[in-house]
């Protein structure tokens, strides 16, 4: 038997050519026979597909075919971010550099668990990591998979910084990643303070943190996932200093207005925070993964040191051969860094900026075209790029039944936020691309599937 070629050394660029040009291949009729921004049918007629595509999952003799068949069914029953009409979800469309980019570490396949594994992805992380950290005023950061890793990563360096204990207050509006991260961590259970208009109360937590012995850990939000909005800040890093408290802020979402010279004052306060979780998988067009924790005082990572002698031995560490099992609570670890950094030398932070703007931008388009037409309501004027809506004086049955309707249909992809003790409509607009009269079919689909 004919052994299966690699996709690295010598031989490994002449054995990809042909299989992308087959992957690009399924991806295009793929994407042709699904039509939209979703399949149609809803998950069984999606499931069936897939099923019938697959076979075997294990045969004895392999399918030679199989990669052209199974990207051809992947693509055909995607939800496609890159599509005007996939507005649900912080699921962005990857720039098309940062995915070549991504195919190099998938080829080389570097892990970041010791500098022989991965001699310049090691060198790369340290360098963009910084800068990155710097983007936010404080002075390193960890790469993570996203919101919930580094959130995680956050309140376990709080512990260690105080000794082993810590109580985190957070807003009712808080990710559903941070008082699950108390849990696995075995700290108390979290205090929770009202966050009216989906904001945190800065009033309600003065009081909270006056009422609470320390240590505290209070967790604010810059960019909530429901209806993308900002705590305020400031008066909540002010209130964090007066009592002793430490602060970490939530900008998974947000965080992408750093990029952008309009916007990133929104972000006041930021430079406060102990710790700062980001995420360039949604405001940085990254493929998945791309998180980050940024960090204030990069002595707190001692708490993450482990020793493996097969890793990095003192010898070698005395040596200069970088250590890198204080970087994450991760051992093998994929460089997603390159991705990163190729996409900020390409584009610059004034070319992500324009993204920035451009997206936002969308947003006040489509709160305008809503407020506009009959028969809708707006939640508010959008903060990022995320505005909430519904069919004037429907029931919450109604609208979460519109919403599955155009899923079932394949026609669009919104999301859902329950805000006021309502149901709305989330659209999540992430795709630089979308044009005016893609916000306008949007609305229109909408209105077409309400009944009256």
């Known amino acids: 038997m004919r052994k299966p070629p690699l996709a690295s050394g010598p031989a490994g660029p002449d054995a990809l050519r042909p299989l992308l040009d087959t992957t690009l291949d399924a991806l295009t009729t793929g994407a042709r026979a699904r039509g939209g921004p979703l399949p149609a049918g809803g998950p069984e007629a999606v499931a069936a597909r897939v099923t019938a595509a ?44 940062a995915t ?32 990155l950290a710097r983007q936010t005023g404080l002075a390193d950061a960890l790469v993570t998979t996203g919101g919930t890793e580094s959130n995680q990563l956050a309140l376990l360096l709080a512990r260690e910084a105080h000794g082993g204990s810590v109580r985190l207050v957070c807003g009712a509006n808080a990710h559903h990643s941070l008082p699950r991260a108390a849990w696995l961590l075995g700290l108390p259970d979290p205090v929770v303070v009202p966050a009216p208009n989906g904001t945190l109360d800065p009033a309600a937590l003065d009081q909270a943190l006056a009422g609470l012995p320390g240590p505290l850990l209070v967790a604010a939000t810059a960019g909530t996932t429901d209806a993308g909005l900002i705590d305020p800040l400031p008066e909540i890093a002010a209130l964090c200093a007066a009592h002793g408290a430490r602060l970490h802020i939530d900008a998974a979402y947000g965080g992408g207005l750093l990029f952008s010279d309009r916007h990133r004052e929104k972000l006041a306060g930021l430079d406060a925070a102990h710790t700062v979780t980001l995420d360039l998988h949604k405001l940085g067009w990254q493929p998945v993964a791309a998180g980050l924790l940024a960090v204030a005082r990069p002595h707190e990572l001692a708490a993450l040191h482990q020793r493996a002698d097969y890793l990095n031995a003192d010898d070698d560490t005395e040596a200069g051969f970088p250590d890198l099992l204080d970087r994450s609570l991760r051992t093998t670890r994929r460089p ?14 004034t070319g992500l900026g324009t993204l920035v703007d451009q997206v936002c931008a969308h947003a006040q388009e489509f709160a305008a075209l809503v ?24 029931t ?18 919104l999301g859902r936020a329950r805000l006021d003790g309502r149901l ?16 306008a079919h949007l609305l229109k689909l909408v209105e077409g599937n309400t009944p009256r």
């Open 336 to 349: 997603d860094i390159l991705k990163i950094a190729v996409t900020l030398k390409t584009l610059g932070r």
């Open 54 to 97: 697959l076979g075997d999952a294990l045969p004895d003799q392999g399918d030679p075919d199989a990669l052209r068949t199974l990207v051809h069914a992947l693509a055909e029953g995607a939800a496609d971010p890159a599509d005007p009409l996939c507005a649900a979800h912080l699921h962005c469309p990857p720039l098309a550099v």
């Open 424 to 439: 709305w409509l989330k659209a999540t607009l992430l795709n630089p691309h979308t044009r005016p009269d893609d916000l």
């Open 100 to 131: 070549a980019a991504d195919l190099a570490v998938s080829v080389l396949n570097p892990s970041l668990d010791s500098w022989d594994q991965a001699p310049a992805a090691s060198a790369l992380e340290a360098e963009v990591t910084r800068a």
């Open 396 to 413: 919450d049955d109604v609208v979460a039944a519109v919403r599955r309707g155009l899923l079932h249909e394949g026609r669009a992809v």
């Open 371 to 394: 407020r506009d037409r009959p028969g809708f309501e707006l939640y508010d004027r959008p903060t990022i790029s995320t505005v909430l809506f519904r069919p004037a004086g429907a």
